[in-house]
């Protein structure tokens, strides 16, 4: 497909997302079980329940713009869950492990962040606004994730320290 005009670039990204979000959901559970933080832990399966949603949106978006969902291969979230396999197999204590794991997580919701700011400005400017309020609570909700990361490593790297 070539990349004429901003509906298809949108498909474009929209398709390389949507793979995003299944590397996601594949990449959670094993962090899940890495994680030492009965916290983090909550954290990890959170958003998993959330990332699952999340896909059920894009779907919606895929719908809306009458297409079939699928995906391109995500280069940029294969790399960051490469970072964090890496930091999971780490020797490290426990807490510094769950420092490197929120580290490696924040990773992973700036990049949805972005994403998902770029889809949704896309769509308003291609008059699908119905998609746009999809993709604004997609990324409403990466953000919130952002923050209650950065509140649980406020404790954790203070552990980690000592």
């Known amino acids: 497909m070539k990349l004429e005009n901003l509906q298809k670039l ?9 793979d ?51 995906r391109k291969a ?16 780490e020797n490290a204590d426990s807490d510094v ?12 919701e700036h990049y949805e962040i972005s994403a998902y700011g770029t889809l949704r400005t896309y769509a308003n400017l291609l008059g699908h606004h ?5 993709l604004q609570q997609t990324l409403d909700e990466e953000a919130q994730t952002d923050e209650m990361l950065t509140q649980i490593a406020s404790k954790v790297n203070v552990q980690a320290a000592r």
């Not at 790399?79 to 999971?88: D, F, Q, T």
């Open 10 to 18: 949108m498909l474009d990204q929209l398709k390389d997302t949507y």
């Open 20 to 70: 995003a979000e299944h590397q996601i959901t594949k990449a959670l559970p094993k962090m899940q079980e890495a994680a030492s933080s009965p916290e983090l832990q909550r954290a990890f399966q959170t958003h998993l329940n959330q990332t699952q949603s999340q896909i059920s949106r894009l779907e919606q978006v895929f719908e809306m713009l009458g297409q079939k969902p699928s």
């Open 74 to 89: 995500c280069k940029g979230m294969q790399g960051l869950i490469e970072e964090g396999n890496e930091m999971m197999k």
């Open 97 to 108: 492990r769950d420092a490197g794991l929120i580290a490696s997580a924040q990773k992973v």
């Open 130 to 134: 119905q998609a746009a309020d999809l």
